[in-house]
């Protein structure tokens, strides 16, 4: 079985891509059990950071643990394994495929019985409201219960920590808050930590319970919700 994992963290993380600093001494905690928002500009590093934490990015310099574990460097697939899984900003489903079957193809890599994996795979789909759709092709579905299921396959390995690029981009208001009602049931009924990037700043400060702000590389502000959305710093770069 798959060790539970209470923290994932970094620890003075920087990213160079040629002239530009994409991270500048990064640190970021989030503990199983909570929403993390991770805010601010386009371009401020919220797609590096997680990069670095899922192992797509190994960082210039600086430190990702996990626990106490140092994985700075590990590839993806052993990040994965160890318990930090993710989506892709506007990373589509395989469309050729159906429901049921990309979320078994995740299932199966955490769950070698077959009849466990396809149980998994009902429970989750049966969790999004998608049971009924199990068997059309991921092409067919409306864009926002695309993204559903992806947060469905990505929880399909039973990781400790989800890590979500942006999963209401491109959705509808009334997909958007259904989101965000499956996200905020995450954590007590998978028991993970999560990572939320999102744009739509009154989502994130409902749906989180801390909010990490980045702007150009370096974090502005770290806090709850309220306090974060109060900050002067923050309101500026990014609140406007
Ligand atoms: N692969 C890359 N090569 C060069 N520059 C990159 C690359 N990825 C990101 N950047 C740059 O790094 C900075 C942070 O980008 P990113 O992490 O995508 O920001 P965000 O997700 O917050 O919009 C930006 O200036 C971006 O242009
Ligand atoms: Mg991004």
């Given amino acids: 079985m798959k060790m539970i994992h209470e923290r994932l963290s970094t620890r003075a993380v920087h990213v160079d891509f040629g002239g530009v600093t994409a991270l500048a001494g990064i640190n970021l905690t989030v503990n199983r059990g909570e929403i993390l928002g991770l805010i601010g ?5 919220k797609t590096t950071l ?25 590839i993806p697939h052993k990040v994965s ?32 019985n077959r009849n466990e994996a396809e149980a998994r795979v009902r429970d ?3 969790w999004i409201g998608s049971a009924s759709v199990a068997s059309r092709k991921s092409a067919e579905l409306p864009y926002g219960q695309e993204r559903l299921v992806g947060i469905a ?5 039973a990781p400790s920590f989800l890590l ?3 999963p209401a981009a491109g959705t509808n208001a009334a997909e958007a808050i259904e989101l965000s009602r499956i996200i905020r049931e995450i954590p007590t009924k998978f028991g993970c930590g999560i990572i939320l990037i999102e744009h739509n700043v009154p989502m ?31 309101r500026r770069a990014y609140l406007g």
Avoid at 217 to 226: E, F, S, W
């Fill in 50 to 74: 997680v990069n670095v934490l899922t192992g797509y990015q190994r960082p210039d310099a600086g430190f990702v643990f996990l626990d106490e574990k140092d994985i700075t460097g590990a």
């Fill in 124 to 126: 989750l789909l049966n």
């Fill in 81 to 112: 394994r160890l318990g930090v899984s993710r989506t892709f900003q506007a990373v589509r489903l395989f469309q050729g495929l159906s429901v049921r079957e990309n979320v078994l193809a995740a299932a199966v890599t955490h769950l070698s």
């Fill in 41 to 45: 500009p386009n371009g401020a590093g």
């Fill in 164 to 166: 979500l690029d942006e």
């Fill in 204 to 234: 994130v400060l409902g749906t989180c319970d801390r909010v990490h702000v980045l702007d150009a590389g370096r974090t502005i502000a770290v806090g709850l919700p309220a306090e974060v959305a109060a900050n002067a710093e923050v």
């Fill in 153 to 157: 396959r990505a929880l399909a390995t």
